[in-house]
T-cell receptor, first 111, second 114 residues
Framework: SQQGEEDPQALSIQEGENATMNCSYK?????LQWYRQNSGRGLVHLIL?????REKHSGRLRVTLDTSKKSSSLLITASRAADTASYFC???????????FGSGTRLLVRP | DAMVIQNPRYQVTQFGKPVTLSCSQT?????MYWYQQKSSQAPKLLFH???????NEADTPDNFQSRRPNTSFCFLDIRSPGLGDAAMYLC?????????????FGQGTRLTVV
């Protein structure tokens, strides 16, 4: 089962521009995580935001969380061609160890 | 150094012929996951373990089984692969006992069914 949806499904931007992708989820969460996946590879963890946090930064990444709207956004500033990848949000469901992924956003950064 | 290792990276199997995918970890994590990912889709959770405690997703087909003989190793068995089982299979681990921990993924095994 899928926890939520991400939008846009695909995003194409020019190098140097900012990229914003959004994630919505359905159930109460302890935290929300963002992962990156290069084509044909495994996923790599980017950032985790706890349910009591509203914003978090890591390098060129900024994540926001709005638990009242059950939504999160990932902003990549000053994008690079190497940022081209798929980005997924993931949430841990209730008190279980299930980690459920959103539908993902495919980001293309044009040089 | 690779911490979650999946073997093989590419696996070709015949329709209906049992196949086993393997995953090993050097992180000593309690939690291990198997995901199925089809092209341009999100990873779909098949099973997860907390130590030896096995949790099957309700919509995981009976054709899929898993074994975890010890902390380090986990296997995914597909008893009778169909064409629809062709996908990337991802193994991941996570520290148990904490709410706010990240998952570590292997590079995946791409399964082709011929």
């Amino acid at each position: 089962s899928q926890q939520g949806e991400e939008d846009p499904q695909a995003l194409s931007i020019q190098e140097g521009e900012n990229a914003t992708m959004n994630c919505s989820y359905k159930t109460s969460i302890n935290n929300l995580q963002w992962y990156r996946q290069n084509s044909g590879r495994g996923l790599v963890h980017l950032i985790l935001i706890r349910s009591n946090e509203r914003e978090k930064h890591s390098g060129r990444l900024r994540v926001t969380l709005d638990t009242s709207k059950k939504s999160s956004s990932l902003l990549i500033t000053a994008s690079r061609a190497a940022d081209t990848a798929s980005y997924f949000c993931a949430t841990r469901v209730d008190s279980s160890y299930k980690l459920i992924f959103g539908s993902g956003t495919r980001l293309l950064v044009r040089p | 150094d690779a911490m979650v290792i999946q073997n093989p990276r590419y696996q070709v199997t015949q329709f209906g012929k049992p196949v086993t995918l393997s995953c090993s970890q050097t992180l000593n994590h309690n939690v291990m996951y198997w995901y199925q990912q089809k092209s341009s889709q999100a990873p779909k959770l098949l099973f997860h373990y907390y130590d030896k405690d096995f949790n099957n997703e309700a919509d995981t087909p009976d054709n899929f089984q898993s074994r975890r003989p010890n902390t380090s190793f986990c296997f995914l068995d597909i008893r009778s692969p169909g064409l629809g089982d062709a996908a990337m299979y991802l193994c991941a681990t996570r520290v148990g006992g904490g709410l706010n921990t990240e998952a570590f993924f292997g590079q995946g095994t791409r399964l082709t069914v011929v």
